[in-house]
């Protein structure tokens, strides 16, 4: 069974660009849920999706950030414009129901110049 | 709310030595307590969990870690390092009332020495 897969593996990008990360869960996981670890910090909750509602974006640093899941399935998550401080890795994880574990993928590098 | 500090960003021992990696956490609920690891250019696995069954919980590759409610710890704990030991470990919590969200500790990174 495939894991939870995220595209890009890496993106270089400058500051004020834009740029689309996008999370594939496992197949039959309602629950995704993205984290990001900032410069070698904690890795920090931004929002959990179930199916294609949110259902907690307490996380997320500030309106230039976007995340959606169309029909319930893939997750995007667009940083527009990026800023330097975004730099990091991005994390996404699924799970069957809510208190089931996460799975988490190998995550995206992303660097903001 | 609930938070994770795990003692020591870094942590070296040499090969056959005892690994002990320190995380201890906050929490007004019972928790769920986890600990993942992440090797180099992968992501996170779940190295094992807690979830208030039995206080000892042994996990993948030889770990195990202890839950002890009076010290507020879940220490991971490992008899005899092997060099595939080297990665990056995170302790984490989960409660029912905090959300689905887990909350991970800074990360200790593992050297395991020939």
């Known amino acids: 069974e495939a894991g939870v897969t995220q595209f890009p593996s890496h993106s270089v990008i400058e500051k004020g660009q834009t740029v689309t990360l996008r999370c594939d869960p496992i197949?039959?996981?309602?629950?995704l849920y993205w984290y990001r670890r900032v410069m070698g910090k904690e890795i920090k909750f931004l929002l959990h999706f179930v199916k294609e509602s949110k259902q907690d974006e307490s996380g997320m640093p500030n309106n230039r950030f976007l995340a959606e899941r169309t029909g319930g399935t893939y997750s995007t998550l667009k940083v527009q414009p990026a800023e330097l401080e975004d730099s990091g890795v991005y994390f996404c994880?699924?799970?069957?129901?809510?208190?089931?574990?996460?799975?988490f993928g190998p995550g995206t590098r992303l660097t903001v110049l | 709310a609930q938070s994770v500090t795990q003692l020591g960003s870094h942590v070296s021992v040499s090969e056959g030595a005892l690994v002990l990696l320190r995380c201890n956490y906050s929490?007004?609920?019972?928790?769920?307590l986890f600990w993942y690891v992440q090797y180099p250019n992968q992501g996170l696995q779940l190295l094992l969990k807690?979830?208030?069954?039995?206080?000892l919980v042994k996990g993948i590759n030889g770990f195990e870690a202890e839950f002890k409610k009076s010290e507020t710890s879940f220490h991971l704990t490992k008899p005899s390092a092997h060099m595939s030991d080297a990665a990056e470990y995170f302790c984490?919590?989960?409660?029912?009332?905090?959300?689905?969200?887990?909350?991970f500790g800074a990360g200790t990174r593992l050297f395991v020495k020939a």
């Open positions: 929490s007004s609920v019972p928790p769920y």
């Open positions: 984490a919590v989960r409660t029912d009332t905090g959300g689905f969200k887990t909350i």
């Open positions: 197949s039959g996981h309602d629950n």
């Open positions: 994880a699924s799970s069957e129901g809510r208190y089931n574990e996460q799975f």
């Open positions: 807690y979830t208030s069954a039995a206080t």
